[in-house]
């Protein structure tokens, strides 16, 4: 499998896809797109020139936000959302970024704890969908 990552500092139209589809059609959530979306950087992994995986990040009180991470159905399972997290943890480490943190779905919590994440705090609720605040330090 082909894989490339491009890194943009907008919403491209098949990131808009990725998260339409599985945030709002398989998901249900409403809200899914934000003015963070503006000044947030986007990246998105192309498997066969196919949009698989998309998130974004951003700078927030000294620490970066990563977000929106969203894998089609089709490429579910086989590496390629930590594939993505890594290129993008990468390009955050050239840049002295030494904080993440993320509100993670609690039903996706173990993907993020694979990654060296580690759950901070209660959990809460986003749209009736449990979610925890999860940290690394990189």
Do not use: P, W
């Amino acid at each position: 499998m082909e894989i490339k990552i491009q890194f943009t500092n907008y919403l491209t139209d098949e990131e808009r896809n990725i998260r339409k589809t599985v945030f709002m059609d398989e998901q249900g959530f409403v809200d899914e797109f934000d003015d963070e979306d503006i000044h947030a950087e986007h990246a998105v992994l192309y498997a066969d020139g196919n949009a698989a995986v998309c998130c974004r990040f951003f700078e927030k009180d000294g620490v970066y936000m990563i977000g929106r991470f969203a894998t089609m159905k089709e490429y579910r399972g086989l590496g390629l959302g930590a594939e993505l997290y890594y290129a993008v943890e990468e390009k955050l480490k050239e840049r002295g970024v030494k904080n993440l943190a993320l509100s993670a779905q609690l039903r996706a919590n173990g993907f993020y704890k694979k990654l060296g994440f580690t759950a901070v705090g209660k959990t809460y609720l986003d749209e009736s969908c449990e979610h925890i605040r999860m940290e690394k330090t990189i």
